[in-house]
């Protein structure tokens, strides 16, 4: 593989199913590379983090592969265009609370905690299906997605952040919570843009072209 061609670096650290984000970024044109290589993540120009499952288990796998200090360096240090994606999303904040306190990348000052709902509450958790955005400012990851596109969730937990300014647009479920959020060259999504239909794939088309 050459490695000056690869454009977008999907991370692989055995958690989430990875065919979908990397069927829709083939869909939209990308040129990528699905890896758990730190050395990659260097030749990369853009780099997506997906995921579901535990917070604990995913920075585990992240640190024991070295992934966790390449994405330091690359993103925070070179400022390259990161989407983090669902569990993702999670791992940029300060901690988690799932399971007992876990810390994360503390990219941005939030925390990651349980929806909480009255014992007599209608709604479930997971959250889990399509619900719609309201979105609070504009943004280049947001170009030609209407205020109210409906995208897919399947969630148990959510951020918490201490800076409103951070957030792009909420969801809501009970109540209002961040769905995605942006930071310099950061961008962050509680939703799955591969499994949101047209606005997804919109939204992964952006990421293309996104100068922060």
């Known amino acids: 593989m050459?490695?000056?061609l690869i454009m977008i670096a999907v991370i692989d650290y055995g958690m989430g199913n990875l065919g979908s984000i990397t069927k829709a970024l083939d869909h939209v044109g990308a040129d990528m590379c699905l890896t758990s290589d730190p050395a990659t993540l260097a030749e990369a120009e853009r780099i997506v983090?997906?995921?579901?499952g535990a917070f604990a288990d995913?920075?585990?796998?992240?640190?024991?592969?070295?992934?966790?200090?390449?994405?330091?360096?690359?993103?925070?240090?070179?400022?390259?265009?990161?989407?983090?994606?669902?569990?993702?999303?999670?791992?940029i904040a300060q901690r988690s609370v799932e399971f007992g306190e876990h810390?994360?990348?503390?990219?941005?000052?939030?925390?990651?905690?349980?929806?909480?709902?009255?014992?007599?509450?209608?709604?479930?958790v997971p959250h889990v299906g399509w619900n719609n955005l309201h979105f609070l400012r504009d943004h280049p990851m947001l170009t030609r997605i209407r205020d109210a596109a409906d995208f897919y969730f399947v969630h148990s937990y959510?951020?918490?952040t201490a800076d409103e300014s951070l957030v792009l647009g909420t969801c809501e479920y009970g109540y209002a919570f961040p769905a995605c959020i942006a930071k310099g060259n950061l961008f962050?999504?509680?939703?799955?843009?591969?499994?949101?239909?047209?606005?997804?794939?919109?939204m992964l088309k952006n990421?293309?072209?996104?100068?922060?």
């Open 49 to 52: 983090l997906p995921g579901v």
């Open 2 to 4: 050459a490695y000056d």
């Open 58 to 91: 995913g920075m585990r796998n992240l640190k024991q592969t070295g992934l966790a200090d390449a994405l330091q360096e690359e993103v925070l240090r070179k400022g390259k265009p990161f989407w983090g994606i669902c569990l993702g999303m999670q791992f």
């Open 188 to 202: 962050a999504t509680q939703f799955h843009p591969e499994k949101s239909q047209r606005d997804g794939l919109t």
């Open 207 to 212: 990421f293309l072209t996104w100068q922060p």
């Open 103 to 124: 810390a994360g990348f503390g990219w941005i000052d939030a925390e990651v905690v349980r929806f909480q709902f009255p014992d007599d509450s209608a709604l479930k």
């Open 158 to 160: 959510h951020l918490v």
